[in-house]
């Protein structure tokens, strides 16, 4: 069925700015406890609880029967990893913590991917690089440019380190809809697909991972994987494109407060 791009104004622009904040602020409380030993359970409790007291409701929980408040993919889970009884953080793992909040009726999504003590080298410039992939697409996420120029500019910069892109996952619109038109690959040609305009709220997250691109979904319906069983990385950022320019929504500067790191956003 044909989807329209749902257009918004200035006051769904403000109302998506406060669903973001709640997003921030889960992320930064949940990123407290990721540390070796962890449950999982534990972290989604810990995230749920958070967004509730900010008088907002989780996006992901009963989502098409997504039955937790936070995706949590560990290691080579790509994403939509569901946080079971019996499963712990362990050093040396990363996760990818997806959160979702709905406040006033408008969504806010994004995503950061954690390391869980120490990880080896390798597993660390993964993280870095995926998401300076997203840094780069940002800055080609402007009115005017198209889906496939933020696509090829995840595609080529990971390309260079022999990463694989996920292609059968994308980021995408979001408004009162969690998913909206556009979808947001991140692979394509510059120039093509849709168009972006004044008014859009998009979400920008590539998934890339260490080895083969291929991937597979477990039987719980939602848990995605790497076929090879290399870990991946995931981020995400969501940004409003107004007569002003293009703005970066979500923020990762609360959690960076937490782990010690430098974020642009």
């Known amino acids: 069925m044909f989807r329209r791009v749902k257009y918004k104004t200035e006051s769904d622009f403000e109302k998506l700015r406060k669903s973001a904040q ?12 990721i540390k070796p030993g962890v449950p999982l359970t534990y972290l989604d409790q810990i995230g749920e609880e958070c967004i509730r007291d900010h008088k907002a409701i989780p996006s992901f929980k009963g989502y098409d029967g997504f039955p937790a408040a936070l995706c ?36 806010g999504d994004f995503a ?19 998401k300076e992939s997203l840094m780069e697409a940002i800055d080609v996420a402007v009115a005017g440019n198209t889906v496939g120029d933020i696509g090829h500019t995840v595609e080529s910069y ?5 990463y694989g892109v996920v292609r059968e996952l994308c980021g995408h619109g979001i408004g009162k809809d969690m998913h909206e038109r556009p979808d947001i690959p991140n692979f394509g040609r510059p120039g093509a697909g849709d168009r972006l305009h004044e008014g859009m709220c998009i979400c920008i ?51 960076a407060e937490v782990i010690g790191t430098e974020e642009r956003y």
């Open 158 to 162: 990971v390309g260079q380190f022999n």
């Open 112 to 130: 950061y991917t954690f390391a869980v003590g120490e990880v080896s080298e390798e597993v660390r410039l993964l993280m870095d690089r995926t």
């Open 72 to 107: 949590l993919s560990v290691n080579d889970v790509v994403v939509h990893g569901i946080p079971k009884a019996g499963d712990y953080l362990q050093d040396g793992d990363i996760i990818s913590v997806d959160c979702g909040a709905i406040l006033n009726g408008f969504h």
């Open 205 to 255: 997250e590539p998934m890339i991972t260490m080895g083969s691109r291929k991937i597979y979904m477990e039987n719980d319906g939602w848990t995605i994987r790497t076929q090879d069983h290399k870990p991946a990385a995931h981020y995400e950022h969501q940004l409003v494109i107004t007569d002003k320019g293009t703005e970066v929504i979500s923020s990762y500067k609360l959690l």
């Open 22 to 33: 709640v997003v921030a602020v889960t992320l930064a409380e949940v990123a407290k406890y």
